[in-house]
């Protein structure tokens, strides 16, 4: 079982309202990601980071924004949430070492609905 | 474009069957091939990982094939359980990138009936 926690696993708001989804891992992992997957489909990503300070938008545009202040903590923040953003929102974390494989560890997610 | 595609979309089996699930890539280029359980409403746990010059891989009931020529890739269940109900994703990773980047397919639905 991985060390990775989101917080909250079920969060419904009304349109409009600023929203940060928590994230934290206690295995030390540099690199972690943030992924979107609707039902029925494959993740994408939406942000990742390298290490404290580092963030990337990843593949699929997105309307949040994430912060690495701290290595064990990556939020991601919607400033004003709308039904669009409705999904499930994944976090992981992987601690890379420069390998070829570098195995993802996945939090059990966050379901948003927004309506 | 770099895909991953595959198949059945669902499958429905009794406990106790075996059953093989198929993913088929475009990833170029190619380095390793995972294949991920995800329980419904949990995030996906990584159940096997192979490199290039890997053909068979297995963790328990699960084996994983792959075959970098025709890049298709499959998991075997054997003697399924309740327990294996779940979506199984297949996930390219290409070579090249300080990423990693990973290509997702959309998963197969397993549902075993006791």
């Known amino acids: 079982e991985a060390d990775i926690y989101q917080t909250p696993r079920y969060l419904v708001i009304g349109t409009g309202k600023k929203i940060t989804l928590e994230c934290s891992q206690t295995m030390g992992h540099d690199k972690m990601y943030w992924y979107q997957q609707d039902p029925g489909m494959e993740l994408h990503l939406i942000h990742y980071s390298y290490g404290v300070n580092s963030t990337e938008k990843g593949d699929l545009s997105s309307e949040s924004t994430v912060s690495r202040i701290r290595t064990e903590h990556f939020p991601l923040t919607l400033e004003s949430a709308r039904p669009s953003h409705t999904s499930q929102y994944l976090c992981a974390s992987s601690d890379g070492a420069g390998r070829s494989v570098d195995t993802q560890y996945f939090g059990p997610g966050t379901r948003l609905t927004v309506l | 474009k770099n895909q991953v595609e595959q198949s059945p979309q669902s499958l429905i089996i009794l406990e106790g069957k075996n059953c093989t699930l198929q993913?088929?890539?475009?990833?170029?280029?190619?380095?390793?091939l995972r294949w991920y359980k995800q329980d419904t409403g949990r995030g996906p746990v990584s159940l096997t990982i192979m490199t290039f010059s890997e053909n068979t891989k297995s963790n328990g009931r699960y084996t994983a094939t792959l075959d970098a020529d025709t890049k298709q890739s499959s998991l075997h269940i054997t003697a399924s359980q309740l327990s294996d109900s779940a979506s199984y994703i297949c996930?390219?990773?290409?070579?090249?990138?300080?990423?990693?980047?990973?290509?997702f397919g959309r998963g197969t639905q397993l549902t075993v009936w006791p």
């Open positions: 993913c088929n890539y475009t990833v170029s280029p190619f380095s390793n």
């Open positions: 996930v390219v990773s290409d070579r090249g990138s300080t990423l990693g980047r990973l290509y």
